[in-house]
């Protein structure tokens, strides 16, 4: 493509260097470009003369080596059968992947082609990904509630010669679209048994007696071979603006980010994880398998059923001392716990509120760098902080994060205020998952932390108050993206930058603070740029009764509002219910109303429900910086979005033009009239 840059890289390098006591050969293919969309290209690294950036590359495969040496006999994997918790050390996983790895290519698999894996989390989910890349193919995660046509894409868009599925469900997608699929020769069922035979269908048991017919020398001749500076993953984006991209990692990418992340959070070995959330994502593939494999921790598998409830469980299980959660999953815990808290004695809630005032003040002094603790706090720390860390699971956890959507700020001091600051982390496939973390010794709420050692960030066009677009700089930053030139030109511009498509700021101190996203940005009829997250989180920290609100207006002469109310959802399904939860029902007694279903307020018009709404939207209204950002109508919508619905994606991240689509009648029914 040529995409150049005349900052410090390496081209063609073929030198050894003193590596963890190992000597190892640091070999990179030749190179020119920092960016590439071919499958079997190479790109020129972003190498730095000295400081992090100037660490030697090395491949998966040389990082688990590294791994094997210092924590083989260690627990790497952990799934509970039949009640019981079995343990899959570092030692006996190497030798798993490797077993994969000879499996695949016993069934074809060629070099740079994909093995797609459809399924949740488990340790065959790992051993396939790894397996993929020991046998010189892309490790690809297909999402689980991708449609089998959304399937059929990513499968033929990475040549996909096999697919991994976890059940018969997952199957049966596959078996729809088969036929479009020219490059697959074989597909792998990991769980259950098969329902019925088929040519090159396989049961997990089958498919790793393959690898019998494979000597080492094969497999060990195609790992030799392989370059830190070529591709061993796909990354799909989940497609909310269009067709998914494939963002191609290098070798470098994933081991160079998961030392420096990890370094920056000061982990240590022996760390403790829960995988739970969609390992399509990148952001689970960091946590659950990139960077417990570099410090030698364990991995622990949730529950399919985990987002559906079972999670917290699973938490007082394990124990974790570091967790992952999307602004979804920390709302319903909060959501959870405010209506447990509503049951409780008035001399409970009176202790559990002194308790919080104390807490919140405690994060606060944390944040702001004050080493005393508020008066009170060892006594609320015995009386609550203890007892909700423990009902929750977080007794030992010392690093909770968040990210891969926006997070109001209400969550983030509910839960300092219970002495379990949210820390907020922020990045995208394109950047390999994290760019800034925020760490208990430097953090600003609201804000996504500094960038990783060896990164840089550039704020494109910014305003007068500093806010412009985000660009990344640094050996996270993908390849590009697979068979998508103009796509990838649009990402890195000619100096290799990487354009996030956000919008945020730097403060004084290096902490940034995302703002919106220019796709987002509604430009109403007057001209006016309005960043809708932050109004549409105003609203839903005004009123607790509201689940999901999006901001309408773009080319209009005034702002609208779709918003809907916290409901139940279906445990199996996942499907929202009519049934409101308990902190709605909460908002509604309050009211004096008696509604118990979102179908009650919406058919009623429920007269208390819909004026408290409208004081919210009115305060909201109050604070805005001009006319033009202030909402003038809304509507409640029968029923909250959902993945099942389709207007939230795998990370619960909205779908803006779905939901337009999706309601393009209410949205047009708006500006029929003026404005009132």
């Not at 809907?564 to 308990?582: H, M, R, S, V, W």
Request: aromatic share 8%.
């Amino acid at each position: 493509m040529g995409i150049g840059s005349s900052r410090g890289g390496a081209a063609d390098i073929l030198t050894s260097v003193a590596l963890d006591d190992d000597l190892l050969d640091i070999k990179l293919a030749p190179a020119s470009s920092l960016c590439t969309t071919v499958r079997d290209g190479a790109v020129r690294l972003r190498i730095e003369p000295t400081g992090p950036a100037a660490e030697p590359p090395v491949t998966v495969h040389q990082m688990f080596k590294r791994t094997l040496k210092r924590y083989g006999d260690l627990p790497a994997l952990a799934v509970k059968k039949d009640e019981v918790w079995e343990y899959i050390t570092y030692s006996e996983y190497y030798q798993h992947c490797r077993t994969a790895a000879k499996g695949f290519l016993k069934l074809g698999l060629e070099r740079f082609h994909g093995v797609g894996i459809l399924g949740f989390n488990s340790p065959e989910w790992f051993i396939a990904d790894i397996g993929a890349i020991l046998a010189g193919g892309f490790a690809v995660g297909i999402y689980t509630t991708n449609s089998p046509e959304a399937c059929q894409y990513v499968a033929e868009n990475c040549n996909a010669n096999i697919l991994v599925v976890q059940n018969h469900r997952q199957l049966s997608k596959i078996l729809q679209v088969q036929d479009q699929l020219p490059h697959l020769k074989a597909i792998i069922q990991y769980q259950d048994e098969l329902r019925e035979r088929r040519p090159n269908l396989y049961t997990w048991k089958e498919f790793i007696q393959l690898a019998a017919d494979v000597p080492d020398s094969q497999l060990d001749s195609i790992i030799g071979s392989q370059k830190a500076n070529q591709c061993c993953t796909l990354i799909y984006t989940s497609g909310t603006t269009g067709h998914p991209k494939g963002a191609m990692l290098s070798h470098d990418n994933l081991t160079w980010v998961v030392k420096r992340a990890g370094e920056m959070l000061g982990l240590g070995e022996q760390e403790v994880l829960v995988s739970y959330l969609p390992l399509s994502h990148i952001a689970a593939q960091v946590v659950d398998i990139w960077i417990p494999m570099y410090f030698g921790g364990t991995t622990y598998f949730a529950d399919p059923d985990a987002l559906k409830g079972s999670l917290v469980t699973t938490l007082r299980e394990v124990r974790p001392t570091g967790f992952l959660g999307v602004p979804r999953v920390w709302e319903k815990i909060q959501e959870k716990m405010k209506a447990l808290g509503a049951k409780s004695s008035i001399i409970q809630r009176k202790v559990a509120s002194w308790a919080k005032g104390i807490g919140l003040q405690a994060s606060y002094n944390l944040m702001n760098g004050v080493n005393s603790m508020p008066w009170g706090y060892t006594l609320a720390n015995i009386l609550v902080f203890r007892r909700v860390h423990a009902a929750l699971g977080l007794d030992r956890c010392v690093r909770c994060y968040t990210g891969a959507a926006p997070i109001t700020k209400d969550t983030l001091e509910y839960f300092m205020s219970l002495n379990i600051p949210v820390l907020e982390l922020y990045g995208m496939s394109e950047s390999t998952g994290p760019h800034t973390l925020s760490v208990h010794s430097a953090f600003r709420i609201m804000s996504t932390g500094k960038e990783i050692p060896g990164c840089k960030t550039l704020i494109y066009n910014p305003e007068e108050d500093g806010t412009g677009e985000i660009c990344f700089w640094g050996r996270h930053v993908f390849m590009g993206y697979l068979n998508m030139e103009e796509k990838t030109k649009e990402a890195l511009d000619e100096e290799g930058w990487l354009h996030s498509g956000d919008l945020g700021k730097q403060d004084e101190d290096g902490f940034l603070f995302i703002t919106g996203r220019i796709k987002e940005l509604i430009i109403t009829a007057g001209g006016e740029n309005v960043p809708p997250i932050p109004i549409e989180d105003a609203i839903k920290e005004e009123l607790s009764i509201i689940s999901n609100a999006m901001l309408i207006g773009d080319k209009m002469k005034f702002l609208s509002m779709l918003l809907t109310l916290k409901c139940t959802t279906d445990a199996d399904t996942g499907e929202p219910q009519d049934e409101l939860t308990p902190e709605a029902l909460q908002f509604c007694q309050r009211l004096g109303s008696s509604a118990k279903r979102v179908s009650e307020v919406v058919c009623s018009k429920d007269s208390a429900v819909y004026k408290a709404i409208q004081e919210g939207v009115d305060r909201v209204n109050r604070r805005a910086a001009s006319n033009a950002q202030r909402v003038q109508k809304w509507i409640i919508l029968d029923k909250d979005f959902s993945v099942a619905g389709g207007e939230l994606g795998p990370t619960m991240k909205l779908k803006r033009p779905t939901v337009s689509k999706m309601y393009k009648e209410v949205i047009d029914n708006f500006y029929k009239e003026s404005a009132p």
